[in-house]
């Protein structure tokens, strides 16, 4: 099997998909790999891929000759343009920048398909343009496109296509055979006893080692780990000037770097002054919570990217409440002081709206709420769990289940709000089967981004649940 496995500036990723690349060689198999420029050779000098490496900011071949319905829509840019507006980066390019990117894209993707022969693309979601590319290729040549990341449930991980919607057939698909009396062997029951057991605890990975966390700049940048990076990145950027040696993502690697430092100083300064605009809990109120996002991230800029400027959405919501009300914002933990303070002015300001501080215990205010609102967040599998209503805007892998409502603007989400929260059963029974379905979907061990160490999947795991799973029918992937 021929696998093209795609690379980034994720350091984590990078570590963890070379290292799926050579477990999948030592059983056989050929990897290659494709990069948005030769940053990544430069920043991981000690994760090398074992491979052929071709890379797109050198590519020069030949454009598709694609009629227009079949050229790449807007949104496959979105995403990285979300993340250029809140980085400030690579901001003057040319409208037609974005069109002659995406040909050159889609003739690289056909390039590396068809010259090395490709069985199966291996990254994450679909989650920038790079793989919404490599996903098209895929789609031409009726390849498989298979995305690792972890999963919401502690101490496991997912294998599934490229958007959220396959992995949200499969779950469902679990839910109804577990609804319809399927048995779980008896150690999946003790894991979902257990999990149920200590849910007020329970903490996917992905928050356990959470670097976006508010850190003191100077704490956080003063590593000898950091400057060594930037001595690369320096030493990189004086040195390769031409555009052919840039990340198109993100442009020189000193200003992208110097975008998170300068955004990360001033998150730092503007936190001391946001302790006026937050609210306790009121005693006796009735409320619904709404968890605000970090951004940029891809469960908002790909799956709910309609509403990533959350104001409008606060706004919109709060004046749709029913009355005697109230709206539950809650800042994110990894986010808080990155919106600007006229954000948090504006949010406070709101009539039925108390703005609440990171730190508050989130399950708890689910669970004296009256229901959760939220955009993509993995709060809202927590609110179904606890046997809460879930009114959702964007794209999520439970909307199937009948405490989930997917809402809109319009006078129905006023209404919506009221006859949606009759319609929940909170019986225990839901939400065991809500998390069986969820076990069944995923697999054992937390995925190994920090190399691999005790509780993690190996390598080796991995690579072989990539192979079994490209043997598998399309529809038994889902």
Known sequence: MNVLILLDLVPKYHQLLVGVGRALEASGHRTFYAMDSPQNLERFPNHEPPGPVRIFSKHEG????LPQEGLAPWKAFFPDFDRYENYGINYGRKQDWYRDLGNRLDSF????????????????????????????????????YIGIQGSRLPGRHELHGPCEDVLRQRIKGHYEEVVAGRKLEPEAREWV?????????????????????????????????????????????????????????????????????????????????????????????????YPLHFHPEASTSVNSRWYVDEYPVIKNLAFSLPPGRWLYVKDHPSAYGLPTRAFYRKVASLPNVRLIR?????????????????????????????????????????????????????????????????KVDPGDDQATHLVMAYYLSTMPGSLPLGGEVAGAATYQALADELEEAAGRSEDSLQ
């Not at 398909?113 to 789609?139: H, K, Q």
């Not at 709420?369 to 046997?387: P, Y």
């Open 62 to 65: 030949q454009q598709l000759e």
């Open 358 to 422: 990171p730190e508050e215990d989130t399950k708890r205010l689910i669970a004296e709420s009256v229901g959760l609102i939220t955009q993509t967040s993995t709060a809202g599998f927590e609110t179904l769990v606890l046997g809460k209503p879930v009114w959702v805007l964007g794209e999520v892998f439970y909307d199937f289940h009948p405490g989930c409502c997917k809402i809109g603007w319009g006078e129905e989400l006023a209404e919506s709000l009221v006859t949606h929260e009759t």
């Open 109 to 144: 993707f056909e390039r590396c398909v068809v010259d090395w022969d490709i069985d199966l693309i291996v990254y994450e979601g679909v989650t920038n343009s790079f793989a919404y590319f490599a996903n098209r290729a895929a789609g031409r040549h009726a390849l498989r």
């Open 193 to 289: 006893a257990g999990y149920l057991e200590r849910f007020s605890e329970a903490t996917p990975d992905y928050m356990k080692s959470n670097g976006l966390l508010l850190q003191n700049p100077v704490t956080k940048y003063l590593k000898r780990e950091n400057w060594m990076t930037f001595a690369r990145l320096a030493r990189y950027q004086l040195f390769r000037r031409s555009p052919e040696e840039l990340n198109y993502r993100s442009g020189p690697p000193l200003s992208y770097s110097w975008s998170h430092i300068r955004r990360n100083v001033v998150r730092w300064v503007r936190s001391k002054t946001l302790a006026g605009f937050f609210s306790q809990p009121g005693e006796g109120e009735e409320y619904y919570l």
